[in-house]
């Protein structure tokens, strides 16, 4: 062989290397590349969704503190027309028609309130609410029982007012109060 077809045998060896060489490096750089994007498109998703988890959990706990603050200021408005009305059945007299009527203002308007709670729970706060308008419902009860009494001069009035006295709606306030301080302070 001569040195000139060797010198050209050797470059087109060379030329067939480089090309070689160019295609093999830009397939790697190709696959790195989508290797590198999808990474990093895995990434971005993850992120996403642990960002949307974050809000929902935040808007979540906002709906319930404003809801917790709802019934708790319906609670003290309650609290405020029973000690009315039992004034008014101490000394032998009926409630008066306001303070029936917003006492039956009141019942309406913890009861959506409630049904938040009971929608956005959690399970412990669920059942402190439920515990809560129990007792609400059935100090009212005894309430109008107690006025019917009056109103009729019964001869259990007495009854009538020691169970109303005796009814607990504090312990089932304090728990709710106690369990949606924990459920607002929790991350989670």
């Given at each position: 062989?001569d040195?000139g ?16 060489g160019a295609v093999?490096?830009?397939?790697a ?5 989508r290797?590198?994007?999808?990474k ?7 992120q ?5 988890e ?5 808007w979540?706990?906002?709906?319930r503190r404003?809801a ?7 609670y003290a408005g309650?609290l405020?027309v029973?000690a009315?009305?039992q ?7 009926t409630?008066t ?8 203002s ?7 309130v409630?049904r938040?709670l ?8 669920q059942?402190?609410?439920g515990?809560?308008?129990a007792?609400?419902?059935g100090i ?6 107690w006025?019917?009494a ?10 009538h ?12 306030y304090n ?14």
């Open positions: 062989m040195a077809v060797a010198g050209v045998v050797a470059g087109v060896a060379g030329m067939v290397g480089a090309l070689g093999v490096g830009g397939l750089a190709v696959r790195g590349a290797i590198g994007a999808e990093t498109s895995a990434a971005l998703l993850k996403t969704q642990d960002q949307a974050i809000e929902h959990r935040h979540a706990r906002e709906h404003q917790c603050s709802q019934l708790m200021e319906h309650m405020q029973l009315g009305a004034e008014a059945l101490w000394r032998e007299e409630p028609a306001e303070q029936r009527q917003t006492m039956e009141l019942l309406v308007a913890m009861a959506p409630s938040q009971d929608l956005w729970g959690p399970p412990e706060l059942d402190a609410v515990e809560l308008m007792r609400i419902r009212t009860y005894l309430l109008r029982e006025a019917h009056v109103e009729t001069s019964a001869a259990d009035m007495a009854t007012r020691n169970r109303y006295l005796h009814f607990d709606t504090e312990s089932a728990a709710f109060v106690a369990t949606a301080g924990e459920v607002l302070r929790s991350p989670a």
